[in-house]
């Protein structure tokens, strides 16, 4: 492949880079290395960058102007994502399984009690799989020893492990992730956490600063009405002064800058948000929302258990 030759990959990096909608993108940087030799670039190897280069693992709002909305770009996106044949020419990473460390077995645990994962693997064919890590362990004890036998004093004969490790099947990935996938695009987010999450939209900090700018303006408020309440100051004064403070503590507020309600189309639809997110940020946002996800012999999705408020959000509770 020339490096420079235009492709259906070019198209996409175009599509999918925020810069047109005003944001800037924080990507995965290659590591610098020391043994370079800086007085012959021309000698120095391309870097490599670990996991996904496209990633983006930041968004933040640029000085530039933008050519299209940050809506237009969703929209565009979303469209991409659908149809669902994107060119994976540049993509080398291993599969990232968005169930492991969340995806429990059913079988088990209706058994035993006992939680057992799944672990993802890819099959021989390329296709991606979840297995029961009992399932796994038992087919490994059994080529060492095939006889079932009784343990100590505990009678129970393996057979009934057996008969139980004999209740799995291979399941396939997809079919589990498009469950879990339905499942999370019914999440909506709260009117009430907008503020907060445009907070970490224009800084890491959250609404840490904000609440430190509005400090000030929330003390001299408070001073205000225990001046009108000892009589210092009329009431006409002190409803002029707290309507100024009420407007300059609106003005503070992250909703009021033009950049952060520019994601607010990214909130009102999780379900569009969420199909952007690869696997790896998948994976770590089922962790926020669930503890685990059983799925039976068939592949079904049998049992959730969702931290809350996320189980009263998607209306499991
Ligand atoms: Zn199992």
């Excluded at 005003?22 to 960058?49: C, L, Q, W």
């Excluded at 672990?119 to 064919?125: H, L, N, V």
């Excluded at 009329?234 to 609106?250: C, G, M, N, P, V």
């Excluded at 909130?267 to 059983?294: H, V």
């Amino acid at each position: 492949m020339k490096r420079h030759e235009f492709r259906k990959d070019s198209i996409r990096s175009i599509i999918e880079n925020p810069f047109y909608a005003g944001m800037i993108a924080r990507y995965p940087r290659p590591k610098f290395d020391t043994e370079d030799n800086i007085e012959h670039p021309e000698n120095i190897p391309s870097p490599n960058v670990d996991g996904k280069r496209r990633e983006i693992l930041a968004l933040h709002p640029g000085q530039h102007e933008a050519l299209i909305t940050v809506a237009q770009w969703q929209a565009v996106n979303d469209l991409r994502h659908q149809k669902n044949n994107t060119p994976i020419a540049t993509d080398n990473g291993k599969r990232i399984y968005m169930l492991s460390g969340i995806g429990r077995c059913w079988e088990c645990y209706q058994a035993s009690g006992h939680e057992y994962s799944l672990r993802g693997s890819t099959g021989g064919k390329g296709t991606a799989y979840y297995r029961c890590a009992y399932q796994h362990d038992s087919a490994s004890k059994r080529t060492s020893s095939r006889k079932p036998r009784p343990t100590g004093l505990n009678l129970v004969p393996a057979e009934i492990d057996l008969a139980l490790a004999k209740r799995h099947a291979s399941l396939r990935a997809d079919r589990l992730e498009s469950q879990v996938n339905q499942l999370v695009s019914r999440l909506v987010i709260p009117q009430e956490w907008r503020e907060a999450i445009m907070a970490y939209y224009l800084s890491d900090d959250g609404m840490g600063e904000f609440e430190r700018e509005g400090y000030n303006l929330r003390q001299s408020l408070k001073r205000h009405r225990d001046l009108y309440l000892q009589g210092h100051i009329s009431k006409r004064d002190y409803e002029q002064q707290a309507r100024f403070i009420t407007q300059r503590l609106d003005a503070l507020k992250p909703s009021a800058s033009p950049e952060a309600r520019e994601i607010l189309p990214l909130l009102d639809s999780f379900a569009s948000t969420w199909r952007q997110l690869n696997n790896g940020e998948k994976r770590a946002m089922l962790g926020t929302l669930f503890a685990g996800l059983y799925f039976d012999r068939d592949g079904e999705l049998r049992h959730i258990l969702a931290h809350e408020p996320f189980g009263e959000l998607l209306g499991l509770s």
